[in-house]
T-cell receptor, first 110, second 113 residues
């Protein structure tokens, strides 16, 4: 059973466009929601994270929007660049137990 | 700092064989994790450790064992390899508990035939 559901599976965006990846969860005990970026052949790297008492967090071109009542959160990448082409994973955690989404492969076309 | 290192990078095992995946971190992190990554399935937590001598199960622990005798090392043991254990394995570490950044190693690609 997938604790965190992520969509879309793949995404193609033009350079300069906005990339949006969505995640949903059921367990209201989750208390930390990170997003990880992974390039081919590499391990994931933390991109940005949010706690459930905050509705939005922005770091540069990356923004997490968090809707606690809907149990959904999303990653927005503004002014998408070819260098953003990677796989993105959302995750949710309770204590030291982490649950990852299935990933979104993002391709940014020049 | 090398960060999190994993060995080997690649390995092919026969069904029933055993092996240990090595993980070392030089950041003096107390928390360490083992994940497996299967195509289209994201990462699944196998085991984690909150410090030397303390380990606990994650979401998919069956078929694996771990130990943590030092802060730096967190090896993952496969006793009787099965085709279902074909995957990419990632080790990670973090300075504090779940709400802190995890630093991942480069991964070990394991194939069981």
């Amino acid at each position: 059973q997938q604790q965190v559901k992520q969509s879309p599976q793949s995404l193609i965006v033009q350079k300069g466009g906005i990339s949006i990846i969505n995640c949903a969860y059921e367990n209201t005990a989750f208390d930390y929601f990170p997003w990880y970026q992974q390039f081919p052949g590499k391990g994931p790297a933390l991109l940005i994270a949010i706690r459930p008492d905050v509705s939005e967090k922005k770091e540069g071109r990356f923004t997490i929007s968090f809707n606690k009542s809907a149990k959904q959160f999303s990653l927005h990448i503004m002014d998408s660049q070819p260098g953003d082409s990677a796989t993105y994973f959302c995750a949710a955690s309770i204590g030291n137990q982490f649950y990852f989404g299935t990933g979104t492969s993002l391709t940014v076309i020049p | 700092n090398a960060g999190v290192t994993q060995t080997p990078k690649f390995r092919i095992l026969k069904i029933g064989q055993s092996m240990t995946l090595q993980c070392t971190q030089d950041m003096n992190h107390n928390y360490m994790y083992w994940y497996r990554q299967d195509p289209g399935m994201g990462l699944k937590l196998i085991y984690y450790s909150v410090g030397a001598g303390i380990t606990d199960k994650g979401e998919v622990p069956n078929g694996y064992n771990v130990s943590r005798s030092t802060t730096e090392d967190f090896p993952l043991r496969l006793e009787l390899a099965a085709p279902s254990q074909t995957s990419v394995y990632f080790c990670a570490s973090s300075r504090t508990s779940g709400r802190s950044e995890q630093f991942f190693g480069p991964g070990t690609r394991l194939t069981v035939l």
